[in-house]
């Protein structure tokens, strides 16, 4: 009786891996190491005084992909994998259809060859594209307005597809604001190659002298002060969504879609304060101009999970700013 997560080395899989060990899970993970690093596991493991097995396999590679089912009784997966640039996604498209979607193929046939047909995906509020109004809630109309938050749109659909033509799959598409922070003991966080495309890794890579300063990207924006507006989530909320959804599994909901966010939006310019604010540290900016495929506000209204599986985010913005600040600290150049 496995849980087998795909993309389990990296950012909110390896948080999610501490969490289901912690809860008593056994696991297997898979993960081909393209923007993570197996020693996030290895922290998982010190943390957790608990093991889980590890494949360094890539989803394109089907049939190393079912040797895994073949040698362990998996009973359910958590798909995080895959590649999760907006920018990236908007200057090489080709790459993102290929790997999000096709690895995403392979894995259900993969899972429907050994009967395994339990899943919850990793999806994204990209794919609600610029709302109408906020809060989003699950059944707001999606519209993804770049290559990233298109390939999650269609992969929705596909697994929607999937239900429909067998209605044995149980499937839960989790639809993340914006994760950010880190665990607790500062031993696993977010650690991305380059420059980081996501607000808070940025400002903590200038907060510890990596970069000079921090390039707010719009500030001309419809909203208070100009400057982007997300629903910033705690990876530890986020990553306990995840135990949520595999108990909702086990009541087998046929197909199911959760937001999972805070509820509340911060500008950019409210994060940099925070983030001095509960840190200390100063964060030097510039103006840059917007972003292709970003758009102003995003956030969410989380209710629907709270109410169907009792999950509700428990960490504010200022605990986020501390926990990213104490791993980046004691981690100035990640893992």
């Not at 590890?54 to 394109?60: A, K, R, T, V």
């Not at 596909?158 to 639809?175: E, G, K, T, V």
């Not at 937001?259 to 900016?285: C, D, M, W």
């Not at 709270?306 to 981690?331: L, P, V």
């Amino acid at each position: 009786m496995e849980i087998l997560v795909t993309g389990g080395a990296g950012y909110i899989g390896c948080h999610t891996c501490l969490e289901l060990l912690q809860a008593g899970y056994d696991l297997v993970v898979v993960d081909n190491l393209s923007n993570s690093k197996q020693a996030s596991l290895a922290r998982v493991e010190r943390l957790t005084g608990k093991s889980l097995t590890f494949y360094p396999i890539d989803l394109l590679d089907k049939a190393a992909l079912s040797s895994v089912f073949a040698r362990h009784t998996i009973t359910a997966v958590i798909h995080f994998a895959g590649l999760k640039s907006v920018n990236e996604s908007v200057a090489v498209p080709l790459l993102y259809y290929q790997n999000n979607l096709t690895g995403t193929i392979n894995l259900c046939q993969v899972m429907q060859q050994h009967n395994v047909k339990n899943l919850v995906f990793s999806s994204s509020a990209t794919v609600y594209g610029e709302p109408a109004s906020l809060p989003i809630t699950e059944d707001f109309p999606r519209s993804a307005v770049n290559p990233y938050g298109r390939t999650k749109l269609i992969i929705e659909d596909i697994l929607m597809d999937l239900h429909h033509a067998d209605a044995a799959w149980n499937i839960i598409l989790l639809r993340y604001f914006n994760p950010v922070g880190a665990h607790t003991s500062g031993q696993i966080g977010e650690d991305p190659n380059g420059i980081p495309n996501n607000l808070m890794p940025f400002i903590t890579q200038v907060a510890v002298g990596r970069l000079p300063e921090l390039a707010v990207f719009g500030n001309d924006y419809h909203t208070p002060d100009g400057t982007a507006v997300r629903d910033y989530i705690h990876v530890v909320d986020l990553a306990q969504g995840h135990l949520a959804a595999l108990a909702k599994l086990a009541q087998q909901p046929g197909a199911a879609i959760y937001n999972l966010g805070t509820g509340r939006g911060y500008s950019v310019l409210e994060v940099i304060h925070a983030f001095e604010q509960a840190t200390g540290q100063k964060i030097p900016y510039r103006q840059a101009p917007r972003r292709p495929g970003d758009v102003a506000s995003v956030y969410a209204d989380a209710s629907k999970a709270f109410q169907e599986m009792g999950w509700r985010a428990q960490k504010g913005i200022s605990e986020m700013c501390r926990d990213a600040w104490n791993w980046q600290s004691h981690n100035p150049n990640g893992y």
